[in-house]
C-alpha cells in the first residue's frame, strides 16, 4: 500500500519492540524516514539505514530536545511524530498504589509524551504541517481498579491531544490519538510477561488457547 510517507521524517518512540517496532518497520517500508528513540535498540538495528537508533531514557526531561535537535539536524525536517513509548503495572488496587507508583506512570506515559510533542512542533509549525499521533488504551475508557495510575495517564494523554488539536490544527498539524486493546506483543506473550500477570488477576486460565487475533 502506499500511505504518501516517501522520505517524510517520523520519531517513532518505543521503537524497539511491540506496538512501536511495528509502527517503525511499517514506516520504512512505506519509504518514511524513521527516528526512533527506546532505552534498547531491541529490533531497530536490523531496520536498515531509513531508522536512525537513538538509545535514550524519555524520563529525563532533555531526552526529547535531544532527539528532535538530533532529527533537524541530520534529515532538516520532522513530519510526524508517534508518542508510542509507554509501561504498565498491575496493583492490587487504588489504595495499594504510591505516590511513586503515580509518578512513575505518569513520568513515561504523559509527560515523555508531553515533552516530545512540544520538541518537535516547532518544526512543524514552521513547516505549517505535521502529524502527531499519541498511542493511548482502551483503558482510558475502560479504566480498572488494577491499573488506575495507568488509565489515568492515558486519558490525561488523549485530553493532551485534543488541546494540541484543536491549537495547532488551524496552523497545519494534527493531533490523533490510537487506543489498541489487548495486543500479542513479546510484552504480553514472554512466559512470566503482561499476559501470565493479568491473567494470575483475573484468575484466568493463561495456559487455555487463545482464539486467533487475541
Partial sequence: MD???SKQVVVVTGAAAGIGEATARLLVDEGAIVVGVDRAEGTMGTLGGRLTPILADLTDPGTPGRVAEHAMAVHGRIDGLVNNAGSVNLRTGFLDTTDA???ATFALNFHAARRMARAVLPAMVAAGSGSLVH???ESARLPDGHESDYATSKIALLGLSK???VEFGPRGVRSNVVAPGPT???MWETPGGF???IASFLGACRSMKQPPGW
Fill in 3 to 5: 500511505l504518501g510517507l
Fill in 101 to 103: 507508583d503515580w509518578d
Fill in 135 to 137: 498511542v493511548t488504551s
Fill in 163 to 165: 488541546a494540541l488539536a
Fill in 184 to 186: 500479542r506483543t513479546a
Fill in 195 to 197: 499476559g501470565e500477570t
